[in-house]
């Protein structure tokens, strides 16, 4: 549960496209998607970028997963085999990402950020204290 939160979070963070672009050439690297040639039937998410959207789609919308189903395309099955094996390597992923960590301001930048702050909002001090 802890993991599921953790790649929710990261998901809603992912706003623009250039944040997007960056992740998806990071997955391309863990996920593999066997090419057309390949002997078998083909795959239902033939790109990468399908994938990690079903990901995204699956930690940030409401949606259950009948509806995942119709919106790409894909049964039921494949749609479980294909978010369990990209949940882990999204994970694998974001592991030593150098973007993903949480960092805190130092003690003197957080002062100075509060300066900052009382200076534009001076009311907000008497406020919170």
Do not use: D
């Not at 789609?57 to 039921?76: I, K």
Request: hydrophobic share 35%; proline share 9%; glycine share 2%.
């Amino acid at each position: 549960i802890r993991q599921a939160t953790r790649l929710g979070r990261y998901c809603m963070s992912v706003a623009t496209t250039a944040a997007f672009q960056q992740l998806l050439c990071r997955f391309k690297t863990f996920y593999n998607i066997p090419p057309p040639t390949a002997p078998g039937r083909p795959q239902r998410l033939r790109y990468h970028r399908q994938v990690l959207c079903l990901v995204f789609s699956f930690y940030l919308s409401p949606t259950e997963q009948t509806t995942l189903c119709l919106v790409f395309g894909v049964p039921p099955s494949t749609l479980s085999r294909t978010l369990y094996k990209a949940v882990e390597v999204l994970t694998s992923t974001l592991k030593n990402y150098v973007p993903t960590r949480i960092s805190r301001p130092s003690p003197a930048r957080q002062v100075r950020l509060e300066r900052l702050v009382e200076a534009r909002k001076p009311f907000w001090r008497t406020r919170l204290a």
